[in-house]
Structures are given as structure tokens and as C-alpha cells.
């Protein structure tokens, strides 16, 4: 039984384009983020997104979006992508204010050519 | 100033030996979280372990153990018995509840690699 699950596994487009990563958890969390890997593997948080509550990361540019049509779903809409776009984009969740938790997705791997 | 800090790009132990990776974390919040987060080379971030700052006992979850020293602000991995499958990239990370988001702050990780 996946637990949290991102679709697709890789992106691969254009720079340019939109483009959007979806996420899926089934672990009755109340919380959800989307986390991006760079290059050189480092992991930082991009959006929190807590009962209707968005806490954004103020260093992500506004072409990316989250969007929750529910609890168990965070999408990332990512607009105009550009080379420096191209990460890792990790999809966790928790229970909020819960510290002893907070699982990943698989990942997906973007590429911008 | 950063708050998860890992000083060793890149460790190596050879199989059946332990081996130890190094955490250290900055907070001023008396309630946090310190997790550590294995990476294999297929990508996927998978949970290790988990200590609690108010916990009194060091945590452990079969061959991981987590050496918390609090007063040292040191939240240490300890791999007992390293095995072949054990190589990869480790995260240190932490997990502050009233800050804003309450998401994980990552170190830059060590990549470990065990020998036969």
C-alpha cells in the first residue's frame, strides 16, 4: 500500500512550458509539502500546506503553485519553467504539529531542456 | 546561520563494522524533532529514525541507534553492523513545531559507502 505516491516519475520538457506534478497520500495526514532536491542533493522546503493554510517558502519564484482540491492531494503547478527548474521535487506529508512523522514520496525528477 | 549541520561529505566503513554520522542542530525552540533520512541511489527518501527533544532515552529502530546529546546539540547516527545495502546518502534533519510550516530542515547529507 503506497503511502504517499507522486505522479509522474519524470518530466521531461521544454523550457517554457507549464507543467504540473501530482501528489497522493493515504495516511489520513493533515499536512502536506512539497520539498525540491537540487543537484547537488540538497533538500529544502518549498510550500506547507495545512487546512487550508499555504505557508510558502519566500525564496520559490511565483511561477510555482500548490493547489489542494482536498486533504489528501497537494499539486505543484509550475508555470514558464526554466533550466534551473530541472530537480528532484519530493512530495511529503505529516500530522500537523506531530513531530515524529513526516513521510516522502518517490520523487519526481524534472528536466528543463 | 545553518541549523542542520553535516561535516562529513562522505564516509566508508567496511561490512559488519559500525559506523558513526554526525549531526549537529541549531534551535532556540526548548520542542523539536530530529529525524535522519536514508537515500539510496534509486532516489527515494526513506525514514530511518526519529528523536523526540524531550525524549530521555536515545532512540532506536533495529541496526540504527541515535546518540542525542542535547547540551551538545548532537543528534549522531549510529549504524551497527554496516551491510552492503547500507550505502547510500544519509539526512539529518530537524523539525520545529512552532515555526511556521513545521517542515523539515535538512543538513547537506553524507554519503555513505560500505566495503566487503
Known amino acids: 500500500d503506497t503511502a504517499v505516491s507522486q505522479t509522474p516519475k519524470y518530466l521531461v520538457t521544454q523550457m517554457g512550458n507549464d507543467k504540473s506534478i501530482k501528489c497522493e497520500q493515504n495516511l489520513g495526514h493533515d499536512t502536506m509539502y512539497w520539498y525540491k532536491q537540487d543537484s547537488k542533493k540538497f533538500l529544502k522546503i518549498m510550500f506547507s500546506?495545512?487546512?487550508?493554510?499555504?505557508?510558502i517558502n519566500e525564496t520559490v519564484p511565483n511561477r510555482f503553485s500548490p493547489k489542494s482540491p482536498d486533504k489528501a492531494h497537494l499539486n505543484l503547478h509550475i508555470n514558464s519553467l526554466e533550466l534551473g527548474d530541472s530537480a528532484v521535487y519530493f512530495c511529503?506529508?505529516?500530522?500537523?504539529?506531530?513531530?515524529?512523522?513526516?513521510?516522502f514520496g518517490p520523487g519526481t525528477r524534472l528536466t528543463v531542456l | 546561520a545553518q541549523k542542520i549541520t553535516q561535516t562529513q561529505p562522505g564516509m566508508f566503513v567496511q561490512e559488519k563494522e559500525a559506523v558513526t554520522l554526525d549531526c549537529t542542530y541549531d534551535t532556540s525552540d526548548p520542542s523539536y524533532g530530529l529525524f535522519w533520512y536514508k537515500q539510496p541511489s534509486s532516489g527515494e527518501m526513506i525514514f530511518l529514525i526519529y528523536q523526540g527533544s524531550y525524549d530521555q532515552q536515545n532512540a532506536t529502530e533495529g541496526r540504527y541507534s541515535l546518540n542525542f546529546q542535547k547540551a551538545r546539540k548532537s543528534a549522531n547516527l549510529v549504524i551497527s553492523a554496516s551491510q552492503l545495502g547500507d550505502s547510500a546518502m544519509y539526512f539529518c534533519a530537524m523539525r520545529e513545531p512552532n515555526q511556521a510550516g513545521t517542515a523539515l530542515i535538512f543538513g547537506k547529507g553524507t554519503t555513505l559507502s560500505v566495503s566487503s
Open positions: 500546506y495545512n487546512n487550508k493554510e499555504l505557508i
Open positions: 511529503a506529508s505529516s500530522r500537523f504539529l506531530r513531530l515524529n512523522e513526516q513521510f
